[in-house]
């Protein structure tokens, strides 16, 4: 049996739209602070989690899915869904090491993700109230990302409460790459409303910019605790461009050329140590970098036992 992960639950207080982890003594001007050993250490569960989203969904109800599976043996699914093209792989469940409610979305690979990300014709929308009470019409959001969060949202929802009732726990972490770390930020919103109850989390990799500012604002004023993990010269966590309105929430981590971690305050932070200072439209980018890996593990991929 597996030693119980030291979880971000565990060392981090709530504060809300925060950085999970604390910084170390290691800063910089622009406030960023490289992650301790054991700051990165508790992002692994979380890290198998989202890519385990790839696996198709009879795999991780059954949780046979071979090493993304394996690296969580405590878990236990309670829902699993969509076909992978029309609506991406998403899955529930339940890890007691963690004592949490894991909700996990599929992503897609940078070739497919880049040009919809970087076409001018992008466009936002308001939340759709119905479910996100009490959300103000400026709030806007990419138009994909929203519809997609949509069309699992009764489902996930579900699920959520059946797996928080069944196992007594109040808390919920959403996790995903690429797309599907939109899709789960807009869950962890939407969960937070649905359920208030709940106290939850949204651990994202390869993120892209999901809304205007007016959006990452509102988010920096709900109590929930977002992290996006930036690898490197991904390209897609600084799209879409800015020049078209897109900002990014709060929480960076970004993974430097030394595999350094490193936390970056704020929204873009213009650090060279982070992602917008680091990573650029002109030539200044890596496609490889968006499956990772992310501290040993590839995204993209769903491996067999």
């Known amino acids: 049996m597996r030693t119980a992960w030291i979880t971000l639950y565990s060392i981090l207080p709530a504060v809300p739209s925060s950085v999970f982890a604390h910084p170390s003594s290691a800063h910089d001007a622009s406030g960023t602070n490289a992650l301790s050993e054991i700051q990165i250490k508790a992002f692994v569960?979380?890290?198998?989690?989202?890519?385990?989203?790839?696996?198709?969904?009879?795999?991780?109800?059954?949780?046979?899915?071979?090493?993304?599976?394996?690296?969580?043996?405590?878990?236990?699914?309670?829902?699993?869904?969509?076909?992978?093209?029309?609506?991406?792989?998403?899955?529930?469940?339940?890890?007691r090491d963690l004592d949490e409610v894991i909700v996990s979305h599929q992503g897609t690979d940078v070739l497919t993700i880049v040009p919809v990300l970087t076409d001018g014709d992008t466009a936002s929308l308001p939340l759709d109230p119905r479910l996100f009470p009490g959300v103000k019409p400026d709030v806007l959001v990419h138009d994909g990302f929203a519809s997609e969060q949509a069309a699992t949202s009764e489902a996930v929802l579900a699920a959520v409460r059946n797996a928080t009732a069944e196992f007594g726990t109040n808390r919920v972490t959403t996790v995903g790459h690429s797309l599907g770390a939109a899709i789960s930020l807009l869950d962890t919103i939407f969960l937070h409303l649905q359920v208030p109850t709940a106290e939850v989390r949204f651990v994202g990799y390869g993120c892209p910019r999901v809304g205007m500012g007016t959006f990452v604002d509102w988010v920096d004023t709900l109590p929930i605790q977002v992290n996006h993990i930036a690898n490197k010269k991904d390209l897609v966590p600084i799209l879409p461009p800015k020049v078209l309105?897109?900002?990014?929430?709060?929480?960076?981590?970004?993974?430097?050329?030394?595999?350094?971690?490193?936390?970056?305050?704020?929204?873009?932070?213009?650090?060279?140590?982070?992602?917008?200072g680091d990573v650029s439209l002109v030539l200044n980018f890596q496609l490889s970098d968006h499956a990772g890996p992310y501290d040993g593990v590839v995204m993209e991929t769903c491996p067999s036992l």
Do not use: K
């Open 245 to 276: 309105g897109f900002r990014h929430i709060s929480g960076e981590i970004h993974i430097d050329e030394h595999n350094q971690w490193i936390g970056c305050p704020g929204h873009d932070n213009p650090s060279p140590s982070c992602t917008a």
């Open 45 to 95: 569960p979380y890290t198998s989690f989202a890519a385990t989203a790839y696996c198709q969904p009879q795999s991780t109800l059954n949780w046979s899915c071979g090493q993304h599976c394996l690296a969580n043996p405590n878990f236990q699914p309670v829902a699993s869904g969509g076909d992978g093209s029309f609506t991406q792989f998403w899955f529930v469940g339940y890890d």
